[in-house]
């Protein structure tokens, strides 16, 4: 009887700490600790695919957390190791950043929890493949599973964030490291910005209290 081998499902996120991903990455490192500053003196939180090298990018000495996600698993690791629920307080954090850890599996889980983790008026930094990139071909058969502009702002809104209509773009459009810095029609390259806020309804304030004025008696 020949031995039983155990199988492991690959990562998809694994794709960006490869030879095509990486370039990609490199090209928002710039956006990401403008992001991570943003807010200051706020905490802030960034999550990236297990597997990549954030070593270029300098976390600002600032309060936050770094973490690392593996497709298909609620479990994180880096400076602490957690799962979802998040071991962080209700509005605890001003920025967070999700660099392409969505790319793979259910959004949701993880958007409500950066939900619920955001302080009002903060501010969730988004990075996603783009579909419609030449590029995309480099990812085939990865498992990642990129969406449109439309089924982000559905997922977004469905975590009760507020999607700005402004959308950037980054990464190569074909030949990797040369075309990262951003060369090549800005639609067509590989990586797409969101960004998304959390905002909270205002107190309605208190009817003012009616007065009847009376004219004071004769004397």
Same mark, same amino acid.
């Given at each position: ?8 499902? *690959? ?10 991903? /990486? ?7 710039? %956006? ?16 990236? *695919? !297990? ?5 270029? $990018? ?5 309060? =936050?957390?770094?973490?690392?996600? %593996? ?6 690791? /880096?400076?602490?190791?957690? =799962? ?9 954090? /001003?920025?967070? $950043?999700?660099?392409?850890?969505? !790319?793979? /599996? !259910? ?13 009002? =008026?903060?501010?969730? #930094? ?18 990642? $599973?990129?969406?449109?502009? +439309?089924? #982000? %702002? ?8 507020? $999607?700005? &209509?402004?959308?950037?773009?980054? +990464?190569?459009?074909?030949? +990797? @490291?040369? !075309?990262?810095?951003?060369? +090549? *029609? ?7 910005? @969101?960004?998304? &806020? ?12 009616? %007065?009847? #004025? ?6």
């Amino acid at each position: 009887m020949p031995a039983f081998a155990f199988t492991r499902q *690959p990562d998809p996120l694994a794709w960006f700490g490869t030879g095509h991903g /990486g370039p990609l990455l490199a090209s928002e490192h710039a %956006r990401v600790s403008q992001a991570l500053t943003s807010r200051t003196p706020q905490p802030w939180l960034w999550i990236a *695919p !297990d597997g990549s090298d954030p070593s270029p $990018v300098a976390a600002p000495a600032t309060r =936050g957390l770094r973490l690392r996600a %593996r497709a298909g698993s609620h479990r994180l690791a /880096g400076q602490v190791q957690c =799962g979802l629920p998040l071991p962080l307080p209700t509005e605890a954090m /001003g920025v967070i $950043v999700l660099q392409h850890v969505l !790319d793979a /599996g !259910d959004p949701q889980p993880l958007l409500q929890e950066c939900s619920r983790i955001l302080e009002p =008026g903060g501010r969730l #930094w988004l990075f996603v493949l783009n579909p419609w990139s030449p590029y995309r071909l480099r990812w085939r058969g990865a498992g990642l $599973v990129p969406r449109a502009l +439309g089924q #982000w %702002r559905l997922q977004l809104a469905a975590a009760g964030l507020v $999607v700005s &209509e402004h959308v950037l773009h980054y +990464g190569p459009v074909w030949k +990797g @490291l040369a !075309d990262a810095p951003g060369h +090549g *029609p800005a639609p067509f390259r590989a990586a797409r910005l @969101l960004q998304a &806020e959390k905002r909270v309804a205002g107190l309605i304030p208190p009817a003012p209290v009616a %007065r009847a #004025w009376r004219a004071a008696p004769a004397a």
